[in-house]
């Protein structure tokens, strides 16, 4: 399997089955209101973390390197959009997922070494999908904990799993 794909399928599974799983959970356990309730100025709230994931995966995976215009505007993901509700959100994720497919679609093997300059960073096309990917990770565990702490319950995410169980070498 070649390095592309290999990479593309991490992404897939981390970011689309993983972290938008968990993303869509939480959402299924907030209110309208939780969604953009802010515990204080430091911490952006639920709706602003996943607008903030949108904008800075179309910046770095569909404009850094599917070459669209890039329009975003950061500041503008952590402000408050109380009109901005959970079905809207979800929208901006599927869409994303569409656009972030046909983009990788479209990238070869070259495309991952060449270097690209997004933010004010040089990195290279695999480091792109990395960062991406990482960034996705950790603001699902934001997501997750504003999550719990809003509604006091668990999210379940591992429920049908048995977590405890060993290693076995072959």
């Not at 890039?70 to 997922?97: A, C, G, M, T, W």
């Not at 004010?120 to 480091?127: D, Y």
């Not at 792109?128 to 509604?151: M, N, P, R, S």
Request: with cysteine; glycine share 6%.
């Amino acid at each position: 399997m070649l390095t592309k794909e290999l990479l593309f399928d991490q992404f897939e599974k981390r970011v689309f089955d993983e972290s938008y799983t968990r993303i869509f959970k939480c959402l299924t356990m907030l209110s309208e209101e939780q969604l953009w309730y802010q515990v204080n100025k430091e911490i952006p709230a639920i709706g602003s973390l996943i607008m903030h994931l949108c904008g800075n995966a179309r910046q770095w995976i569909l404009s850094g390197l599917g070459g669209v215009p890039d329009n975003r505007d950061r500041d503008l993901e952590f402000q408050v959009h109380p009109n901005i509700k959970k079905s809207d959100l979800i929208f901006l994720l599927e869409n994303l997922r569409v656009n972030i497919r046909q983009t990788f679609e479209e990238l070869n093997e070259k495309d991952l070494v060449e270097n690209y300059q997004i933010q004010g960073f040089t990195e290279t096309g695999f480091s792109v999908v990395v960062h991406v990917l990482e960034h996705f990770t950790y603001h699902t565990g934001q997501i997750t904990t504003l999550t719990k702490l809003h509604t006091n319950l668990a999210t379940g995410y591992y429920d049908s799993f048995n977590l405890n169980q060993l290693n076995h070498l072959n």
